[in-house]
T-cell receptor, first 120, second 110 residues
Framework: QLQLQESGPGLVKPSETLSLTCSVSGDSISSRTYFWGWVRQPPGKGLEWIGNIFYDGSTYYNPSLRGRATISVGTSKKQFSLRLSSMTAADTAVYYCARVRRFSDYFDYWGQGTLATVSS | QSALTQPPSASGSPGQSVTISCTGTSSDVGGYDYVSWYQQHPGKAPKLMIYEVSKRPSGVPDRFSGSKSGSTASLTVSGLQAEDEADYYC??????????FGTGTKVTVL
């Protein structure tokens, strides 16, 4: 059974960079059938797609983030990461990692989410 | 890339049906049959309920159904049960390997 688990600091200072990791068990990021992505949800608000990565390192991002997001795959192919720079209070959210089925384009497995709060 | 528009709330009594709309544009909902729906209970991760407009993953009750007309997709929950009370989000492929979510609808079982 596929499981995704986010990890990272819960508190980030304004203007600093958020770094999160998603650990994957039960599948490999090397699969050509899926993207691996990040979605966030500010407290009390809706879901926002951040971006996806393919096993070959190809990345796709939400234009609204204006180049602040970087997604990468770990060398073990069992982890992928998100870096979000120039954090502000508006970036306070629960961050989810998820698997995305290519060519059907749905998010079929999700991590439990991790809250990242921006505060000095 | 603007969020898809959903009504903020919907409600129904147990056993009744509720339908949630999800309105986009020709660049997302209207352009692709890749609309999916997610159920989210408080404090939990979203759960896939419908994909490719109207397909149900294994384990999702057939009380949940989806459809699409033009740039508006819909999710219908028939035979409402107490456990269906949750937030529901639509999502659509938006071209160039990008995705957009809906604004979310809170479903209340009266």
């Amino acid at each position: 059974q596929l499981q995704l688990q986010e990890s990272g600091p819960g508190l980030v200072k304004p203007s600093e960079t958020l770094s999160l990791t998603c650990s994957v068990s039960g599948d490999s990021i090397s699969s050509r059938t899926y993207f691996w992505g990040w979605v966030r949800q500010p407290p009390g608000k809706g879901l926002e797609w951040i971006g996806n990565i393919f096993y070959d390192g190809s990345t796709y991002y939400n234009p609204s983030l204006r180049g602040r997001a970087t997604i990468s795959v770990g060398t073990s192919k069992k982890q992928f990461s998100l870096r979000l720079s120039s954090m502000t209070a508006a970036d306070t959210a629960v961050y989810y990692c998820a698997r995305v089925r290519r060519f059907s384009d749905y998010f079929d497995y999700w991590g439990q989410g991790t809250l990242a709060t921006v505060s000095s | 890339q603007s969020a898809l528009t959903q009504p903020p709330s919907a409600s129904g009594s147990p056993g009744q049906s509720v339908t949630i709309s999800c309105t986009g544009t020709s660049s997302d909902v209207g352009g692709y049959d890749y609309v999916s729906w997610y159920q989210q209970h408080p404090g939990k991760a979203p759960k896939l309920m419908i994909y490719e407009v109207s397909k149900r993953p294994s384990g999702v009750p057939d009380r949940f159904s989806g459809s699409k007309s033009g740039s508006t997709a819909s999710l219908t929950v028939s035979g409402l049960q107490a456990e269906d009370e949750a937030d529901y989000y639509c999502s659509s492929y938006a071209g160039s390997n990008s995705y957009v979510f809906g604004t979310g609808t809170k479903v209340t079982v009266l």
